[in-house]
Structure formats: structure tokens, C-alpha cells
């Protein structure tokens, strides 16, 4: 029997009553928790910035705790709670859930709300339609402000809830659960691909450490000037409002930035970033090949080398060292032309760069390739949970009358 055969099965015939969620269960406000509170041991603490940074969807241990003295002033979570976000800059974090299965009591804070299920509605359950398109829609409609955006205690418990067979405890619980269950199995498919991935990324690190680390006498070094032809006289910068639209990627320090009508280049380039931020702070690659017809402006240096292996191993070896020595300026980071000439490369044979580059694409594809790699595989099963997730707990709401 295929899943969907299974699911409609579940979902057939079954009676729902929407229920305000204040109806079936209690609401209790936090207070007083600030992140200057925490200390490394104590009484277990839910911080409301945490439930949508830290968090997944349940959990039996905190990340952060309070003294004794402050968690008598704070409100408590027991086992079986689900603590909600109030606030956020973002409307998507408001209304996020927590359940809370810890055995020791917790505190929490202002800007969460703690719900205290009744027996006719499971925490997790409740904490899974908080995901749903229908929740989402519904805190949209009681969502007050516009930099900081809150929705209280009291407006959250007005949000209906679909209640399976009200009537019957025993069968709605047990619904409840099934649901649960098919839920929990593909958030834990999804959590160990994302550990996966975890894993895989920390040895591709050790490998491309291994095989692009060199000793000053183990091969010979070349300047990057030495390597590659540079082509930083052809780049053409064009202020937004002069650019065509169009389908030719238009190239800056760190990737696409817009889509253009024509072309400089056309062909295999190296593009490595001239000046920004990121020259330091590193949080996306610094060298990144392009290929086909492209635009460049002059925030990236433009790179051609004779083979795909010379190519890659240098954006390999660019992107794992470190080029503080090479870079200019605090406030404005600059990698010039000539430092960039001057970056020292080792230079094994050519049949070392292709067997190098050989093993790295192979990870590379594996941990960040979103059409084949691991990351393709969690975004494949993300979708398909979001699928089910709405399949099972959309239930059709009677008609208001006018």
C-alpha cells in the first residue's frame, strides 16, 4: 500500500471540529527572561529568540539556564508545554512551537507565549500545525507592527485548530498520534540527511586540507600573476538603472547580481573577489568559476587559465587560505591587481592538479550541489514532508454565514 493509498485511507470519513485554541488549553504570557540571565548551570530555560535559531520542533534539554532565585520570578514550562514566539523581526518566526519534554521543570520568557494542552489536543500535534499555511495565514490577520512584529497571548489563543473526532478522546488522541508519527519520521529522514551533510562537509574540509597543503620544498611555487592571464582591462561596470534586462548573468565580488542583454566574455573564467567584506569575513567563496557569456563589473578580478584542472585547483586553493597578508584597507577590504599577481601558488604537475581536482569536485557535489548532492536530497525531502504535512492537517472549515 503506498503511502499517499494510506493516507487518504487515515484521512477519509474523518469528523473535525475547529476549536479555538484558548478553548483547548491555557495561554500563559512569559516574563522577565533576558539573554544577561543565563548562566552555565541551573533551572532549564527556553529563550523565544531560540525556538526559531536553536530549536527544531521538540526537545528534552535546553540550551541555556537561570538561577534558582530568577526562575521563582519567571513562568514555568512543565513537561508537555509548547512554547510560542510572540515576536520577531520576521512574520514567518512569530508563532513558532516548541514542545518542551524535558523532565525537569523550565522557565521562559517574555515574547513567548507557554500553551498547556488539555487532554483533547497533543502538544506536537498542535506544534506541527503551526507550520501549516492555515496557521500562517491566520497570525498574518492578528500581526501588530512594523519593524517588530508582535502577536500576543490573547489574539494567538483566537486561532482555530482542527480537533479530529471531539466526541471521542481515545480515537482522536490516537489520530492525533498517527499523524504525529508519519510527521516525525520524515523530520527525522530530513535530520539524518542534515547530519549527513554535517559529516561529509568535515571531511571534505580534512581532505582539501590534506591534498592542497604543500611544503615550501615539496613542489615548486608560482605567483598567481605567473599562472593565469588576466582580463581585468575588458571588465565594464553599469549602474542599475542603465543595465538592459536580459538573460546574460552580470557578474560582481561575490556572485550574480543581476541579469543583463549583452556580453563581455564568453567562455571558462575565474572570477575572485576585488574588494568587500566578505574578502574577510569569508561567508561565501572568494574564487568562483563561470562559464558560457557573462558581464563582469570591476568588483571581481577576471581569471583565464589554459585547462579546467589549472582553473579549479586555483579556486580550491584560493578559497581554503588565508589572504589577510594580501588584503588592503580596514574599513573597505581591497584585493589589488598586484597582490592578487602576487599570491604564491603552489604549483604541482598538471596530473596532480587533474587528480586533486578530480577528488574535491566529487565532494563538492556531494555537499553543496543543489541538482545532485546531498543538499538536492534534503530539499527533496523538505518538500515532500511540507506535501504531507498540509495533506494531513488540512481539514475543510464550515461555512460562515453572511
Do not use: C
Not at 540550551?63 to 509548547?82: H, I, Q, Y
Not at 561565501?284 to 568559476?289: E, L, R, W
Amino acid at each position: 500500500m503506498s503511502n499517499m493509498s494510506f493516507m487518504e485511507k487515515l484521512l477519509q470519513g474523518v469528523e473535525v471540529e475547529w476549536m479555538a485554541l484558548g478553548e483547548i488549553g491555557e495561554l500563559v504570557r512569559g516574563n522577565g527572561l533576558q539573554k544577561k540571565d543565563f548562566t552555565e548551570t541551573g533551572v532549564p530555560a527556553i529563550h523565544y529568540g531560540q525556538i526559531y535559531t536553536y530549536y527544531g520542533l521538540s526537545t528534552t534539554k535546553t540550551k541555556s539556564f537561570v538561577s534558582p532565585e530568577l526562575a521563582k520570578k519567571l513562568r514555568k514550562v512543565n513537561t508537555g508545554d509548547v512554547v510560542i514566539t510572540n515576536t520577531s523581526e520576521n512574520l514567518e518566526d512569530v508563532g513558532k512551537a516548541l514542545v518542551y519534554l524535558g523532565e525537569q521543570q523550565a522557565v521562559t520568557g517574555g515574547h513567548a507565549t507557554i500553551f498547556k494542552p488539555s487532554p483533547i489536543i497533543l502538544g506536537k500535534y498542535f506544534a506541527y500545525f503551526t507550520q501549516t499555511t492555515e496557521f500562517a495565514n491566520e497570525k498574518r490577520k492578528y500581526a501588530k507592527g512594523a519593524k517588530v512584529i508582535d502577536v500576543s497571548a490573547s489574539d494567538i489563543a483566537k486561532i482555530q485548530i482542527p480537533i479530529p473526532y471531539p466526541e471521542k478522546l481515545e480515537k482522536s488522541l490516537a489520530f492525533q498520534t498517527e499523524i504525529v508519527r508519519i510527521l516525525d519520521n520524515f523530520t527525522e529522514l530530513t535530520a539524518e540527511l542534515t547530519a549527513e551533510l554535517t559529516a561529509r562537509k568535515k571531511q571534505y574540509n580534512y581532505y582539501r586540507n590534506q591534498l592542497l597543503s604543500f611544503e615550501e620544498d615539496e613542489v615548486e611555487w608560482k605567483t598567481l600573476g605567473g599562472l593565469a592571464e588576466n582580463f581585468d582591462s575588458m571588465r565594464k561596470p553599469i549602474t542599475s538603472g542603465l543595465r538592459e534586462p536580459g538573460e546574460i548573468p552580470y557578474y560582481g565580488a561575490s556572485g550574480v547580481v543581476d541579469y543583463v542583454k549583452d556580453y563581455i566574455f564568453d567562455g571558462d573564467y575565474l572570477l575572485v573577489s576585488e574588494d568587500g567584506a566578505n574578502l574577510v569575513a569569508r561567508n561565501t567563496p572568494i574564487a568562483f568559476s563561470i562559464s558560457g557569456k557573462s558581464w563582469v563589473n570591476n568588483h571581481a578580478h577576471v581569471l583565464k587559465f589554459e585547462t579546467y584542472a589549472e582553473r579549479r585547483y586555483v579556486e580550491y586553493y584560493l578559497n581554503n587560505i588565508d589572504l589577510t597578508a594580501y588584503i588592503s584597507g580596514a574599513a573597505q577590504p581591497k584585493l589589488n591587481k598586484k597582490n592578487l599577481n602576487n599570491i604564491s601558488i603552489p604549483n604541482p604537475s598538471l596530473e596532480e592538479k587533474e587528480r586533486i581536482v578530480s577528488i574535491l569536485d566529487k565532494f563538492d557535489a556531494l555537499t553543496s550541489s543543489i541538482s545532485e548532492g546531498l543538499p538536492r536530497e534534503i530539499e527533496l525531502r523538505q518538500k515532500q514532508y511540507e506535501y504531507y504535512r498540509d495533506l494531513l492537517l488540512s481539514f475543510p472549515k464550515p461555512e460562515v454565514e453572511a
